[in-house]
């Protein structure tokens, strides 16, 4: 029971965007953020490595996490989250949808919808901050707790498992992290680990 309770939420934890994948701050969610305008889905889809995140008790331990995304027959996107613990050799996995958050917008931003284990697809809980779609993805989001309170969620993504070193691009990472991210809560996903799976 326990056991099952552990993996389900791990598995929730890693829908990017869901309740208890993040940090719980005595606020309420900022606004006035923006996410990348002219969004592109067909550009993002694809694999991706996650190389920071905001830690979460749930994902706690998980690294080598990685994440494919691909179109759907009825053009929403289909989730794959992969993650393996170095601790004690268990992998993880979940399947999930996307959509866009607000697909009749004349400026498409980058706002989606994900969901887990056919869950509704009801919330905007991940908004890519900023991409260049070929080898970074800034990823928040934020969900209001209570009125006092919300835990928000955040992660580098890049297309490749390596360090990110291009000075442009960590340049633009980091123009985003001085504004929103408590730099103090952010966890570095090992990724080149030899004993993180081929996914
Ligand atoms: C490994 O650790 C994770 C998270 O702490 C836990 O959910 C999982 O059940 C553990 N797996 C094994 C095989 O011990
Ligand atoms: C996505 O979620 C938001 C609420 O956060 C909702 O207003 C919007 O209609 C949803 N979009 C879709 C396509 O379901
Ligand atoms: C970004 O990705 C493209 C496509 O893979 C590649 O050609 C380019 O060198 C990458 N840029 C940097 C700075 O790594």
């Not at 305008?37 to 331990?61: A, C």
């Not at 697909?103 to 697809?121: C, D, M, R, T, Y």
Request: hydrophobic share 40%; proline share 4%.
């Amino acid at each position: 029971m326990q056991g099952t309770f552990v993996t389900f939420a791990v598995a929730l934890a890693l829908a990017l965007g869901t309740a208890s994948a993040g940090v719980v701050f005595d606020r309420e969610c900022p606004t006035g953020i923006e996410a990348k305008q002219y969004f592109s889905v067909d550009q993002y889809l694809g694999k991706w490595y996650e190389m920071q995140r905001y830690e979460s008790e749930f994902e706690l331990n998980f690294d080598c996490v990685q994440v494919r995304y691909s179109l759907n027959e009825d053009g929403s996107v289909e989730v794959s989250n992969s993650a393996y613990n170095l601790f004690n050799g268990s992998s993880i996995n979940a399947l999930g949808r996307a959509v866009l958050s607000f697909p009749e917008e004349e400026i498409i931003q980058g706002k989606l919808n994900v969901s887990f284990f056919g869950a509704p697809n009801d919330r905007s809980n991940y908004w890519v901050l900023d991409t260049d779609y070929d080898n970074f993805s800034v990823v928040w989001s934020c969900e209001q707790l209570t009125p006092q309170q919300s835990e928000e969620s955040f992660w580098v993504l890049s297309r490749t498992p390596n360090p990110i070193t291009d000075r442009d691009i960590l340049f633009r990472i980091h123009t985003i992290m001085r504004r929103y991210i408590d730099r103090a809560q952010v966890r570095f996903t090992r990724q080149l680990d030899d004993r993180c799976p081929v996914f």
